[in-house]
Nanobody, 115 residues
Framework: QVQLVESGGGLVQPGGSLTLSCEVS????????LGWYRQPPGKQRDFVAD???????MYADSVKGRFTISRDNAKNTVYLQMKSLKPEDTAVYYC?????????WGQGTQVTVSS
């Protein structure tokens, strides 16, 4: 079955950088969208960024200019490069793999931005 495994989360100081990775197994990412959502403590899960199989990208306004999503279809992997991190970026980050009415989620990886 399809599985998504995120990695790369951790503790970082404000202004720092982190890169998250998510590898998809059990299915090809070709023809599927890949993206990231995040859920801050006590809040709902919100959209962060996604990338179509053709490379088109979309970002939440709160991360535009700071985060970059990219995908390597040969490795079945999507990345989220995060720069200029702020305390309000603290959240569990979830990878998602989707097409039409099908959507799969990873287990999440914690990102904490704190001094």
């Amino acid at each position: 079955q399809v599985q998504l495994v995120e990695s790369g989360g951790g503790l970082v100081q404000p202004g720092g950088s982190l890169t998250l990775s998510c590898e998809v197994s059990g299915g090809s990412v070709t023809g599927w969208g890949l993206g990231w959502y995040r859920q801050p403590p006590g809040k709902q899960r919100d959209f962060v960024a996604d990338a179509t199989t053709y490379g088109a990208t979309m970002y939440a306004d709160s991360v535009k200019g700071r985060f970059t999503i990219s995908r390597d279809n040969a490795k079945n992997t999507v990345y989220l490069q995060m720069k200029s991190l702020k305390p309000e970026d603290t959240a569990v980050y979830y990878c998602t793999y989707f097409r039409y009415n099908s959507r799969y989620w990873g287990q999440g990886t914690q990102v904490t931005v704190s001094s």
